[in-house]
């Protein structure tokens, strides 16, 4: 990129030896959303005053001798789906358009505390629900790389955010994919930490049993380093795991040698070739670093599509009941409460997040309830099996994060189930709970980034981020 | 929840079905948003019958990654949310509360 600042890590160094100040790394990027932002469209809204006041206190407080955190003086940008105190916070859903939460998400209070500036809050598609955050109430994210082209989704604006250099690095959200897919479309690092690893508390729910938070960086140092900050037990989300971060940071000179690579022998079809020869790269880097790569199988991962969009629906359908025109948002009024509830709901949703509320009604209304959502959870049983399994003779798979390159805007748009078919790669890691990140490992069709995909079992991350860096080195 | 658990996931939706799930997700849609619906929903089942090969009789439902347990905290008062901040986001407050409209609707 255009700066030698734009690392997570570099800024922190600069900032602490002096060489540049929290305002002035601030200003660098402001600058570039000036020039970027309206062809862009990254953000939902830009916190240029607050960002101004924070890092001046910071570069005060520094002067002054005292210590920050571990990203003074970062600019950061986060998914509008995270609550920040007296800052709306939309969803990109007419819903929400105007709330303010009155409180902050416990990941918003860990990267306050650790001294990151917040710039401003990210587009998504309405309520997480897409793939290439065309579904915002608010317009289209474009990819920062060729912005005829989307930048993926739903966490597009934040990973277009840290592309395009408005923030060092962003926060997104995962339920399917939705940060290592628009990570690998935009050419940036994506992780999806394991389910229960990152507090969810403050993230508005789509899929409780599937949405995690997670960092995109320009790079894995800067991954590991926003894991520690944001990772870790936190008793305000019932789903929290009750157990300290491992250190990331600390296992990224450690290699690969001895490591063992899964490698699917059956790959799904619908993969650009370009992406399938990247891939092909990636274990030969990784296999010349000294792992062994070793053929496994995932019988059930052509039915994670079917065990996906029943369960998230199902999950999203009880999830939206609480936008009710009752205590905080939209409200079209009406003679009577239920007309009330239907008409708000009508004219707050967008289309998609209408579709996925009546999939999810339907999959876990009487009489289907057994025919559609119990059959997606014993699905999802089968693939986490399929892991245990895979797992006994590999630490690691690697597959594309998506199986195509970013698709031009509007071409998917017309039928859902193709836009579903983008998640093929990333939706049985939430399935499991498991961890996954994107690493970008060179261009595609249209000299577009193509990502690898690491998956790991649960608490993997430290094997996980080792293979990642070194997919970095090799890259 | 009457069907068996061997249940096929390919019945043919039809838009009576379609309008009765939106009244129960409370979304009132047009016409031209039911028709759509139908097709679209009957699109996805239709895809989503590719599970209906599978033998399930002997797989244990997975709802959460991970084993849920309930989870307490100390018994001790702690500050909640502020009052006026809350009250603040709400469409239509009134005297510290939710005003709504009356709830005597024609409810099936």
Same mark, same amino acid.
Do not use: H, I
């Given at each position: 990129m255009e700066s030698e600042f734009v690392s997570v890590v570099n800024i922190v160094d600069s900032i602490r030896a002096g060489k540049t100040t929290a305002s002035a790394v601030l200003e660098q990027h402001l600058a570039r959303i000036d020039k970027r932002e309206t062809e862009i469209h990254a953000f939902n809204h830009i916190m240029s005053e607050s960002a101004r006041a924070n890092a001046a206190s910071i570069d005060a407080d520094l002067k002054a001798g005292k210590e920050r955190g571990p990203l003074a003086g970062v600019p950061i940008a986060l998914k509008d789906n995270m609550c920040t105190r007296g800052v709306p916070t939309t969803c990109s859903s007419k819903i929400l358009e105007g709330w303010k939460p009155p409180y902050d998400a416990t990941v918003v209070t860990r990267l306050q505390q650790a001294g990151a500036v917040i710039v401003g809050k990210t587009n998504l %598609? =309405?309520?997480?629900? #897409?793939? &290439?955050? =065309?579904? &915002?109430a608010f317009g289209t994210t474009r990819n920062p790389l060729d912005t005829s082209r989307v930048p993926g989704g739903s966490s597009g604006g934040s990973a277009a955010a840290v592309a395009a250099g408005f923030a060092a690095a962003s926060l997104g959200s995962d339920t399917g994919g939705s940060i290592r897919q628009p990570a690998a479309l935009c050419g940036v690092v994506g992780v999806k930490p394991t389910y229960g690893m990152v507090s969810r508390q403050g993230l508005v729910a789509f899929a409780s049993s599937l949405d995690q938070i997670g960092p995109f960086t320009h790079t894995v140092a800067d991954a590991a380093l926003m894991m520690e900050v944001i990772g870790g037990h936190d008793p305000l989300d019932s789903t929290s795991l009750d157990q300290p971060m491992a250190s990331l940071t600390a296992v990224? #000179?450690? #290699?690969?040698?001895g490591m063992r690579i899964g490698r699917l022998a059956d790959m799904p079809d619908g993969c650009e070739p370009e992406v399938l020869a990247r891939l092909d790269a990636a274990f030969v880097a990784l296999q010349a670093a000294g792992a062994t790569i070793v053929d496994i199988a995932l019988p059930s991962l052509s039915y994670c599509l079917t065990a996906y969009y029943l369960v998230a629906p199902a999950e999203a359908s009880s999830n939206l009941a $609480?936008? %009710?025109?009752? $205590?905080y948002g939209l409200r079209v009024e009406s003679a009577d409460l239920i007309s009330m509830y239907g008409a708000t709901r009508a004219a707050g949703f967008g289309a998609e997040v209408k579709r996925r509320i009546m999939l999810g009604t339907y999959a876990l209304s009487a009489g289907y309830y057994d025919a559609y959502y119990g059959k997606a959870l014993k699905v999802r049983r089968l693939i986490a099996n399929d892991f245990a399994v895979a797992y006994q003779s590999c630490d690691v798979i690697l597959t594309p994060t998506s199986p195509t390159v970013a698709f031009p805007i509007g071409e998917k748009t017309s039928d859902p189930l193709t836009m579903y078919l983008c998640d093929i790669f990333t939706i049985p890691t939430n399935l499991a709970g498991h961890a996954a990140m994107s690493v970008p490992f060179g261009t595609g069709a249209h000299s577009m980034p193509v990502g690898v995909q690491i998956l790991a079992p649960a608490l993997g991350e430290p094997t996980m981020f080792r293979v990642a860096a070194e997919l970095e080195r090799a890259s | 929840m009457s069907p068996s658990s061997d249940a096929k996931t390919t019945p043919k939706i039809t838009a009576q079905v379609v309008a009765k799930v939106a009244h129960l997700a409370r979304l009132d849609l047009t016409e031209a948003e039911l028709a759509l619906m139908t097709t679209q929903l009957t699109g996805m089942l239709d895809h989503f019958g590719d599970i209906d090969k599978l033998d399930l009789s002997a797989v244990t439902p997975m709802a959460q990654p991970f084993p849920i347990k309930n989870v307490y905290r100390e018994d001790v008062v702690v500050p909640g949310l502020d009052r006026q901040e809350v009250l603040d986001n709400a469409p239509a407050p009134q005297d510290g509360r939710f005003r709504v409209p009356p709830s005597n609707g024609s409810e099936s």
């Open positions: %598609d =309405e309520f997480a629900m #897409g793939s &290439s955050t =065309e579904n &915002s990224l #000179g450690q #290699g690969v040698k $609480r936008y %009710d025109g009752v $205590r | -």
